[in-house]
């Protein structure tokens, strides 16, 4: 059973696949299904914002030309054509964008990270939907993207450059692996609050525990005052994050969450651990989590789900890619595999329709407006911690679902 762990719990997940639009788009909504399906196209767009000015920001867009088609030209070259777009809206219920733009690209075969800088429009004192998608001309397939760029003063994360100090990282964004350098803007002249928070390695509450309430955390494990420098320097933490209060007076500020070099995989066995809790009922779960010898335990109740050992290795190796695609895409102020809406993924697996609004967003599985389809609710936790922490609206009605599709996770695949 030692192979178990060894074997298939460090799951090498560097990328996610994506798969163009499905579902009608409401006027006036945002259909996000694209982000949250899978296929056999591999795509990896991302990007971070940053503001210049007072009317000009900057998306430092990062593409890595492994994932490109290139395809041969007359003159024996391999080439590759892209295209890259952006949209901006002043919210979700825009139905116009105040700024919009398309640039094309052609590289020939290289290696390394490709980046682009592409300015737009986003006057300061509103914060901004920025969407921004990349076609490959060759594939003649999309995928896109979708951030809240925060601009309504001059103390917002925009104006505060975030940068890896692995100086081939190119990594600018609030997601850091690597120690990292906080530039405040010029003319900068407040104190800055540091605080240090611990993520959540637990489950979250199953979606028929109606009695649960999620609440963001409070107490830091440490806190601090910085001022009087340009720049400043953090370390990478082990499991946290870092929230900087840059206006203390108001409370307002930003996160910078730290990630390991196995992310967005499971390389911890407590964190292992902490993920099984939505296979699991109350008592083998808090049992599970109180054993001394965690792998031991881990290894037990794997070969109690499966049955046997070869079995209990292709679960763990299908539960756990499950588990790091929710990290890729919902890790905030806790693990991705730790929300809600990561718990609704593993489970459930990618919503066929995703509809997001300024407070909330809804995911359906099956077909829009049909009785046997399944919808769940997640409302917005409005925090300058993260514009990415939502919580799912519980029912008891849910159990009868989730109990099911659990047993059917658990009966069905393995073999």
Request: with cysteine; net charge positive; charged share 25%.
């Amino acid at each position: 059973m030692k192979s178990i762990w060894k074997n298939n719990i460090i799951l090498f997940l560097s990328t996610l696949l994506f798969l163009g639009c499905s579902g009608k788009l409401r006027l006036n909504e945002f259909d996000l299904s694209n982000e949250y399906q899978v296929n056999g196209l591999i795509y990896e767009i991302d990007f971070s914002l940053t503001s210049i000015n007072d009317s000009i920001s900057r998306a430092n867009i990062r593409i890595s030309p492994n994932d490109l088609l290139f395809s041969k030209t007359k003159s024996g070259n391999y080439i590759a054509r892209y295209t890259i777009g952006y949209k901006v809206f002043e919210g979700y219920n825009d139905k116009e964008p105040i700024d919009t733009g398309t640039i094309n690209y052609s590289i020939q075969e290289i290696k390394k990270q490709k980046l682009h800088d592409v300015n737009f429009y986003a006057p300061i004192g509103k914060n901004y939907i920025v969407k921004v998608s990349l076609t490959d001309d060759n594939r003649n397939h999309t995928t896109s993207k979708i951030k809240i760029h925060r601009k309504k003063h001059t103390n917002d994360r925009s104006y505060f450059k975030i940068c890896s100090l692995k100086k081939e990282s190119n990594n600018c964004s609030v997601y850091q692996k690597d120690s990292f350098s906080l530039i405040p803007p010029n003319n900068f002249n407040q104190a800055i609050k540091v605080m240090i928070f611990q993520y959540k390695i637990t489950s979250a509450a199953k979606p028929y525990e109606v009695n649960y309430s999620y609440r963001l955390a409070t107490n830091p494990d440490s806190i601090w005052i910085i001022s009087d420098k340009s720049k400043y320097s953090f370390p990478p933490l082990k499991s946290g994050y870092y929230h900087f209060i840059t206006d203390t007076q108001k409370q307002e500020g930003f996160s910078v969450f730290s990630i390991d070099q196995y992310f967005p995989k499971i390389h911890s066995i407590k964190h292992a651990n902490g993920a099984l809790g939505y296979l699991l009922d109350k008592s083998e779960y808090a049992n599970l989590l109180r054993n001394k010898n965690q792998k031991k335990s881990f290894e037990n109740e794997w070969l109690k789900l499966a049955g046997n050992r070869h079995r209990a290795r292709n679960l763990i190796k299908s539960y756990y890619s499950e588990v790091s695609k929710a990290n890729k895409l919902f890790t905030n102020n806790q693990p991705g595999w730790s929300t809600d809406r990561g718990m609704i993924y593993i489970i459930y697996g990618p919503p066929k329709i995703v509809y997001r609004y300024e407070n909330s967003e809804t995911w359906i599985y099956g077909e829009e407006n049909n009785l046997l389809s399944e919808e769940f609710e997640f409302n917005k936790i409005n925090s300058n911690v993260s514009d990415h922490i939502y919580e799912l609206k519980r029912n008891i009605n849910f159990k009868i679902s989730f109990n099911r599709m659990v047993n059917a996770w658990i009966e069905e695949r393995g073999y």
